[in-house]
């Protein structure tokens, strides 16, 4: 497996070949998913010890995010529901905004900029060290052994992390919407009324089509890393930057997609 980027030909051919080069980067990554899991050839201890790191380095930064979020979600919910009336909407809206649309995004925000910068680095640094080059001659597959892991280590992470990340949202929301005179029982009653399964699920395949996102880019941004040091650092900074267009872009298609491929329980 040998991805060179061509010669700078300008702003516009060189996105283009970016591009190209990252769906080839992505097909071959699946193939290689494919061919590792079917003949049994996936390394599971590097999975295991990429799932146990990216847990490690992105679990407290999405706790201490989602904290305030929740505070602001309830503050301005009950602002904005007592000038309308509707306090007890309160808790179908938090069904909407942290299971529908936040809790996704803080995963992926911080599965991109934590979890996908030190992908990027490491595998980055492999390749510059030659690493890579010296596993292809003795026959070992990259995309197998370093990038396959990975990308599944980000899937299992980033949708358990959904799921903590729901729960310290509603859990905030809900206790400031207590502090500030709501009532518990209709936050709850309303929450329940307007959340359904589906809404919970899509939630996980937002999380998991985002962690497969940042994970591809991150990799593909490493392993075709050149001009030393700083030529690593821009890598880096390339591959934050183009995991976040591209969560923001497939956040929208899965959410215009939701009420076609899972109808949401009730009006709002």
């Known amino acids: 497996m040998a991805l060179e980027t061509p010669p700078p030909r300008g702003p516009f051919a060189d996105a283009a070949a970016q591009a190209g080069m990252l769906v080839v980067f992505s097909v071959r ?101 030659e690493e890579t080059e010296a596993m292809e001659v003795m026959g070992l597959s990259t995309m197998e052994r370093l990038v396959v892991p990975r990308v599944l280590a980000a899937i299992l992470v980033t949708v358990l992390l959904n799921g903590v990340v729901m729960a310290i949202g509603i859990s905030a929301t809900l206790f400031v919407h207590v502090l500030l005179g709501g009532s518990s029982g209709g936050f709850l009653a309303t929450l329940t009324t307007y959340s359904d399964p589906g809404g919970f699920l899509m939630a996980e395949i937002k999380a998991g089509t985002f962690a497969v996102l940042a994970a591809v880019v991150s990799a593909f941004k490493g392993l075709t890393a050149k001009g030393g040091p700083s030529g690593l650092g821009d890598a880096v900074n390339e591959a934050v930057v183009m995991a976040f267009v591209l969560v923001f872009v497939a956040n929208t298609v899965l959410t215009e997609l939701h009420p076609l491929l899972l109808p949401p329980k009730g009006e709002f």
């Open 29 to 129: 990554t699946a193939r290689a998913g494919a061919r590792a899991l079917l003949g049994r050839r996936l390394s599971w201890r590097e999975c295991l010890e990429q799932s146990w790191f990216l847990a490690s380095v992105s679990t407290l930064p999405a706790v201490l995010m989602t904290i305030p979020l929740g505070v602001l979600v309830a503050v301005n919910i009950g602002s904005l529901a007592g000038q309308l009336g509707a306090e007890s909407y309160a808790g179908a809206v938090v069904a909407f905004v942290v299971v529908g649309q936040a809790a996704p995004l803080v995963c992926a925000l911080m599965i991109s900029g934590v979890g996908g910068s030190a992908i990027c680095a490491d595998l980055g640094s492999r390749k510059l060290r």
